[in-house]
C-alpha cells in the first residue's frame, strides 16, 4: 500500500512539474515568434508605409470616382505630391500635382476627360528629407495600381444571378 501511495504521489508531482514546466516555456515560444513577426523589416508591411490607398470597389466605366491617399505626414512638410495616371488609350502618364487637406490626397476621375478601360496609377509624395510613393509591394518598389473598369449593369446582373 505504501510502494502505491509513493507511485501516486510520484507521478503527481511528474505532472505538476510537467504542467510548471509547459506554463513558463510555451509563452516564451509564442513571444519569440510574435516578435519576429513584429519586428519583421519588409516594407511590405503596412507599419512601413507613409501613405495609404485602398482602390474604389468595383471601378465603373463611365462614373467619377475618387482616388484617395490617406497619410500621416504633416501637410506643411509636404514638399509637393504628385500624381501619376493613365488609362489604356493614353500613350504616356499624365502628372498632376495634388493639394492635400489633413493628409488627404485626392485625385477626381473623370471618365468624359480621360476614356478608357483600364486605369494605372501612383502617387509620390516628397519631403525635404525624403521621397514616399503608394502602392508599393513587399519588397517595397513602386507598383501602380491597375485597374480594370468594368460595365456597371454587367456587374449588377452578374451579381444578382451569384445572390439567386
Do not use: W
Amino acid at each position: 500500500m505504501l510502494i502505491l501511495q509513493n507511485f501516486i504521489i510520484n507521478k503527481s508531482l511528474n505532472l505538476y512539474k510537467v504542467l510548471i514546466t509547459f506554463i513558463l516555456i510555451a509563452p516564451v515560444g509564442l513571444s519569440g515568434q510574435i516578435e519576429k513577426q513584429v519586428r519583421d523589416d519588409s516594407p511590405g508591411l503596412f507599419k512601413n508605409h507613409r501613405i495609404y490607398h485602398m482602390p474604389p470597389k468595383p471601378l465603373f466605366r463611365g462614373r467619377s470616382h475618387n482616388l484617395d491617399f490617406i497619410t500621416d505626414i504633416p501637410d506643411d512638410s509636404v514638399l509637393s505630391a504628385n500624381f501619376f495616371f493613365k488609362t489604356n488609350k493614353m500613350n504616356y502618364s499624365q502628372e498632376f500635382s495634388l493639394e492635400g487637406r489633413h493628409g488627404l490626397y485626392r485625385f477626381i476621375y473623370n471618365p468624359e476627360l480621360y476614356p478608357g478601360t483600364h486605369l494605372e496609377y501612383y502617387l509620390i509624395l516628397k519631403t525635404a528629407t525624403e521621397i514616399h510613393g503608394a502602392p508599393i509591394n513587399d519588397i517595397g518598389e513602386l507598383t501602380p495600381v491597375n485597374k480594370l473598369l468594368i460595365d456597371p449593369i454587367e456587374y449588377f446582373k452578374q451579381k444578382k444571378r451569384l445572390n439567386q
